[in-house]
Each structure stands twice: as structure tokens, then as C-alpha cells.
């Protein structure tokens, strides 16, 4: 009973995005998938381009097997300043949900048998 209320905390706890993950794109089975957002309105060439990447959401411990980010780009065209979001990049890594949900069956199955050999009856 000890293992399996551990191995269901565990999970939940490795699923939710509370803890940070390693995020590891090449694993096999992965899905990516990348969208364009919108572009600047310039005649001219815009002026002090800066990017930033932003993430949207994120989860998984000790591997991330789900995140979303998002690019941001800012510049000065005609003495204005514009903002635009110019990309949306997605993953789904089922190999590093596997790991998860592992990982916290072995822990939930040390747990159990440490709970047993401490607390259990001969």
C-alpha cells in the first residue's frame, strides 16, 4: 500500500511542471513542430533587432517530455518601436515520459521495501 501511494505521489509529482527537466530534443520518438507568428510592418529595415525566447510551458522531471516556447522579436522600424511574436516551437517526447513514470516506479518500490523492512512484521 506504501509503494503504490508513493508510485501515484511520485508520478504526479514528475508529470506536473514544479520541477525543472532536462530538455533532450533527439530522442527517438520525439515531435517537433514549429509555427511562424507575425512579422514587423517596415518600409524600411528595421533598426536594433533583439530576440528573446520565452517558454510558454514546460513539464516533466527528470526529463522534460513536453514543453512549448516562444520567440519574441523586437525592433525599432521608423522610429517606432515594434513587438511581434515570431515563433511557437512545440515538443512531445514520449520516450522522456517513460523515463518519468519509471523513475518513480523504482523509487515507489525502494520506498516500499525500506517502509517493509523497517516497519514490517516478522
Known sequence: M???????VLTAL???PLLPGKTLDNFPGSS???S?????????TPTNQQTSDTTDTKAG???TYNYAT????????????QSVV??????FNPLGLLIDVV????????????????????
Open 14 to 16: 514528475f508529470l506536473l
Open 70 to 81: 516562444s520567440s519574441h522579436l523586437t525592433a525599432s522600424c521608423d522610429s517606432k518601436t
Open 86 to 91: 515570431s515563433g511557437h516551437t512545440t515538443q
Open 103 to 122: 523513475s518513480s516506479l523504482i523509487i515507489a518500490v525502494i520506498v516500499a521495501k525500506l517502509w517493509r523492512k523497517i516497519f514490517g512484521r516478522d
Open 2 to 8: 506504501v509503494g503504490l501511494l508513493c508510485f501515484i
Open 32 to 34: 517537433q513542430s514549429f
Open 61 to 63: 522531471f527528470p526529463l
Open 36 to 44: 511562424s507568428g507575425g512579422s514587423l510592418a517596415c518600409i524600411s
